[in-house]
């Protein structure tokens, strides 16, 4: 049974920093693409950034520039560093792993999601 675990959410001031984790774990045969996605209230849930298993990445234009996804492979963890954030960057932060369980099965799984709450 895959498991995603996210952690590092919290209350920061605008121009502050947070680093968000999310861990996958349990009957993982491989990891695919990575990404991270946001919820706004009364929002749409929306792309923040993805990450291939080659390691190309791909970011919403509001966050370019102040946002960065990683991965490691080893901990089968993705990261999303993000600076000089934003009160309009306020939302519940989930993270999105394509794991495949078997060599013909894999399937994008959700983590519970982090509130990232950003104060002017």
């Known amino acids: 049974q895959v498991q995603l675990v996210e952690s590092g959410g919290g209350l920061v001031q605008a121009g502050g920093s947070l680093r968000l984790s999310c861990a996958a774990s349990g009957g993982i045969f491989s990891i695919n693409a990575m ?3 946001r919820q706004a209230p009364g929002q ?3 792309l923040v950034a993805t990450i291939t ?3 190309s990445t791909n970011y919403a234009d509001s966050v370019k520039g ?3 996804i990683s991965r490691d492979n080893a901990k ?3 990261y999303l560093q993000m600076n000089s954030l934003k009160p309009e960057d306020t939302a519940v932060y989930y993270c999105n792993i394509v794991v495949s369980t078997s060599r013909y099965f894999s399937n994008g799984y959700w983590g519970q999601g982090t509130q990232v709450t950003v104060s002017s």
Request: aromatic share 20%; proline share 0%.
């Open 35 to 37: 990404g991270w996605y």
């Open 76 to 78: 089968n963890t993705v």
């Open 66 to 68: 102040r946002f960065t």
């Open 53 to 55: 298993s080659s390691g």
């Open 44 to 46: 749409q849930r929306e």
